[in-house]
Each structure stands twice: as C-alpha cells, then as structure tokens.
C-alpha cells in the first residue's frame, strides 16, 4: 500500500480546512503535516521532504501560487491545489507554475483521496524504461516508436506518437493546452488549442473503447488533458 | 475674449491663412467638449462664430456681412462648430459611460468572487468532515472534532446570512436594538467564545478596566463588532502573533472597546475607506462589508468607531466607544 508510510503536507490558511483533510487523510493511512501559510510550508517541506503537497491558493503574503513555484524550484514533488474559485486563468496558472493537479472547493475527501493516490502512484512508478515503459492498458516501446493499447497495437502517425508519449510521461496530471502544445509542437504553436483538439480527436478515435465517452484522455474543460491510463 | 485674443494673434503671424485659423477655433471647440459638456461646446461655438466674422468675414472689425459667400463661409463654420462641439461631448459622455460600465462589471466580479470565497470556505470544511465521518473509519475522537467543526462552520454560514441582513436593514435605517443591560465583560466573553477557532494560532491578551458600569445597547450586534475586529486581526496578522481585547472607560459618558494585532496595519489613507461598503484592505479574499455593518452598528448605539495605530507603531488598533446608555 503506497498510502501505509507517505507523507503529505497540507497548505491553507483556513485551520478547519486543514484540520479536516489532515483527518481524512490520516484516516486514509497517510502521515499528515499542516502549515497556514506559504512560508512555514516552505520551512517545512524543507524539513520534512513530504511526498506530496496539498495547497489553497488564496494565502496572505506568501500565496499559493508562489509556493508552487518556489517548491517547483526545488522538487519535482506532486503538488495539488485546492481552489475556491473555478475561474480557468487561476487554475492554468497553478498548473503552468508546477501544480500536478487542482480540486475546486468545496470536495469531498473521497475525491481528494483519490487524487492524492493517482499523484503519489504516478510519482512512485520510474516514468522510463530503457526502451519503454508499461503502464495500465498500455505498452510503449520508444525505440521503435510502438504503442500498444489493451495487448493490441495501434499505427500512430509521428506526432500522435509524440502526443501519447507526453501523456504516458506525464499521467495523472491536468496538463494545460500550453504545456502539451509547447512539449509536443514547440513553444510557437502553444497559442492554438484547437490545434491540439484535432489531434486528441484522432487518438481518441485510435486508442479509446467509446470515444465519445473516453476513459483515457479526459478533457480538462477550458484548461486542458488528463491522461489517465487504468 | 480669450477667444478673440487667440484669433488676433493667429491672425497676425505669417503662414496663417483664414482656413488655419478656422481650424484652430474648431479644435477650441473640441476641446472645450471635452472637458466641459455639451452646453459650453454650443456657447463656444456660436462665440467662435461671431469672432471669426468680425475679424475674417466681410468687412475687417465688423460683424456686416456683405456678400452671399461671406454669408455661406460664416454659416459653414458656425454649422461645423456646433456639430463637431456636439458629437465630441457626445463620444466623451459614452467614453465615460463606458469606463463606468466596466468598473460595475469589475465591481460585481470581485463581489461575486467574494461571495463565493464566504460561502465555499465553510461548505468545504462541511463537506471534508460530513464524508470523512461517512466513509471513514475515524475513533469516536475524531468523530466529535470533526462534529464540532461542522457546527462551528454552519455557525459561520449563519452569521454571514445575519451580516448580510443586518447590513440590509441598516441601509434601509430599519435596524431595530434588542437592547438590554449588559457589561463589557458579558460582551467580550461572547465574541472571545465564537472567535475561539480563529484565535488558535494566535496569543491572545485581554483587558477589562475594574467596575465598569453596565451598558444599554444590544448584545448580539456588540459582539458581532467586537467578532468583526478579531476576525479581522486574525485574518491579516500572522501566526503565533499578539491579538489584544480591551475594554475601558472612556471619560465618564462611554466604555472604549479596542482589538489590537501585530499585522501589517492600515495606512493611514486608507483608514475611512475600510468603513466602507465592499471594500477591501490587502489581497485577502471576503465580502468586504465587515468593518462597513460595525460602523452602522455602533452609529446605531450612538458611538463612533476608528482606526489607529497599533502598539508602538506596529499593527493596528480599532476602537469603538459605545455610551453606557445607548439609545434603546
């Protein structure tokens, strides 16, 4: 069980809150630090090495946004934040600065538990292999750029290779139109989103059961991709 | 004669012909439209007119007009004035109205987004606690901590309700007291015990002045100013900080109630600006109408409130003096 010995540190500066979710959490099996501002999260997630951060966004001084940088600067750590506001340019901004993931508030713990084990399961399996990696339904071999999908293989053209060897790399994360735009085709194409919608229609078409209702590449609305490959 | 004497010395200078100076009057016009209104725009014009004839048209320092082109040439310059005048107050007038109209939008998206933030805050302490209880098992402990978190947040979600009430009926001046008499020991004991969640990562230090007298006024809107400042205080100083409660007499007509914090202060600029309604000092995410329904509250009771500096010029001190017997 990954949840029997990792660690998370919980960021917010409401203390119901974050006595809520270190209880949930702790329920859950994990072991639980609480910090009410960005600082002392700094100080303690330089004491403590927590294997995933939770942190709110709105903080005085020292605020959400700038603690997912300044963490970014120093680990590659998940981090996931939790926001009151569900305006898109908030959330993409957390993402671009590092965030892994965002939960709107109010959420329940089911949810938030959920999250926080996709996180910690993506960052305790070794992104590569030698010449691919195996992850859920799905096989890669980046040596002769084939991809497998349920044991089956699948002909992909080389920029939908390109693409789902991003998301395998990076599953579990909300990734941002930019992101993917700016790893795939380059930082000048990262200016058009319907661009990259055309080209998860086709993988969706290539790789998922029911493409109308996909189960691996999860649209993210007004944000981005989730790539989920269980 | 500003006019007159900008039209004698244009006509006097070389390279200004009649059509330069016509021009000139013309942007006088605009720019009297712009900064004035459509009245003095239709004023200037006419008086532009009048000194473009007498000192172009015709016969030289005269207002005759001699010929039918004169007559054409002053008609289209005092039609060209007015018109011109007009449409530029107009296309200022909507300019404004416009930057008005997206002031009010910004307004109502930063309200919306407090509201949000005040109502979402509570409901996701609400709902972690509801489905940690439900899904998870938690020892009968944890059960009653987090019970206690529920209710001290729907308590939280009432007195917004309340605060929002409070202010409607204060801006419709149909506030009404529930007075009773009450010491300022009673008072302050009630906010201290609903602002205990928020004074847990702070140190807390209070003062009561011995043998204060009792006081007329309505204890549950005191001790929602008296929670108001705390709230406050907790909210922008930081952990670990000094929050002071006090209370005093204040002469012999008034008790001084006064919140004290370690936080970054108001300046002093700003300092009758957060009594008003929807604004906000600093970052932090709220309604903004906190300080704006004690102020209305301790009007209500005949006492002022104000924001000074804190102790030895760090932080910040509010105090609101409340008569001991405040109207009933």
């Known amino acids: 069980m990954i949840a029997d010995t990792k660690k998370v540190l919980v960021v917010d500066d409401e203390a119901h809150i974050t006595l809520v979710v270190q209880r949930g959490l702790e329920s859950a099996g994990y072991q639980v630090r609480v910090a009410n501002d960005g600082s002392s999260a700094l100080q303690s997630f330089r004491s403590w090495l927590p294997d995933l951060v939770i942190t709110d966004l709105s903080m005085p ?24 506001k569900d305006d898109e340019p908030t959330k993409v901004k957390a993402l671009d600065l590092g965030a892994d993931d965002y939960v709107s508030k109010p959420f329940g713990m089911a949810e938030l538990t959920a999250r ?87 993988l969706r078409k290539k790789l998922e059961l029911d493409p109308r209702a996909p189960r691996y590449i999860k649209t993210e609305p007004w944000i981005g991709y989730r790539f989920d490959p269980e | 004669m500003t006019l007159a004497a900008v039209t004698m010395i244009l006509a006097v200078l070389p390279g200004f012909n009649q059509t330069a100076i016509a021009l000139v009057l013309v942007l006088l016009v605009i720019v009297v439209a712009v900064t004035a209104g459509k009245g003095p725009a239709l004023y200037v014009s006419i008086l532009a007119g009048l000194v473009f004839n007498y000192f172009f048209i015709g016969q030289p320092n005269s207002f005759v007009i001699n010929t039918l082109e004169d007559a054409v040439s002053f008609l289209i310059f005092i039609i060209t004035a007015v018109v011109v005048g007009q449409l530029s107050s107009r296309l200022e007038k909507r300019s404004l109205q416009a930057e008005e109209l997206l002031r009010s ?3 109502k998206t930063a309200l919306l987004d407090a509201v949000t933030h005040d109502l979402r805050t509570p409901l996701t302490s609400i709902k972690g606690a509801i489905s940690t209880i439900r899904d998870r098992g938690i020892s009968e402990e944890v059960r009653l901590e987090l019970c206690e978190v529920i209710e001290q947040e729907a308590d939280r979600l009432n007195r917004f309700i309340q605060g929002m009430m409070d202010l409607a009926k204060l801006e419709a001046g149909q506030l009404a007291l529930e007075s009773k008499n009450v010491s300022a020991e009673e008072i302050i004991e009630d906010a201290l015990h609903r602002a205990e969640p928020l004074l847990a990562r702070h140190r807390l230090q209070v003062s009561i002045e011995a043998s204060l007298p009792g006081m007329q006024v309505d204890p549950r809107l005191i001790s929602q100013v ?13 952990a670990g900080t000094m929050i002071g409660v006090s209370a005093r007499r204040n002469g012999n007509s008034a008790v001084d109630f006064a919140v004290t914090d370690d936080g970054p202060g108001i300046a ?21 109408v906190g300080l704006a329904i004690a102020r209305g509250i301790v009007q209500a009771h005949g006492g002022v ?22 109207r009933a």
Not at chain 1, 61 to 84: H, K, N, W
Not at chain 1, 116 to 136: D, H, I, K, N
């Open chain 1, 116 to 202: 926080v084990r996709a996180l910690l399961r993506r960052s305790a399996v070794p992104v590569e292999g030698e010449t691919g990696l195996e992850v859920g339904d799905f096989k890669i071999n980046l040596e002769q750029r084939v991809v497998e999908v349920r044991g089956n293989p699948v002909h992909l053209t080389p920029k939908e290779f390109d693409l789902i060897q991003f998301l395998l790399a990076n599953r579990s994360k909300v990734l941002t139109h930019k992101a993917i735009l700016s790893a795939v085709w380059g930082s000048s194409s990262s200016e058009q989103p319907e661009y990259l919608r055309v080209f998860v229609a086709n």
């Open chain 2, 268 to 288: 002093p600029e700003l300092r009758a600006q957060v009594f008003q309604r929807f604004f906000r000092a600093g970052a932090r995410p709220g309604f903004g």
């Open chain 2, 105 to 107: 939008e910004q307004l």
């Open chain 2, 226 to 238: 008296l929670y108001t400042l705390i709230e406050n205080a907790a909210k922008y100083s930081g």
């Open chain 1, 61 to 84: 001084a020292f605020d959400g946004l700038d603690l997912c940088s300044r963490i970014r600067g120093l680990s590659e750590v998940p981090i996931l934040v939790l926001s009151v």
């Open chain 2, 305 to 326: 409130i104000l924001i000074a500096e804190g102790n030895e010029g760090r932080g910040c001190c509010v105090h609101f003096q409340i008569p001991y017997g405040a």
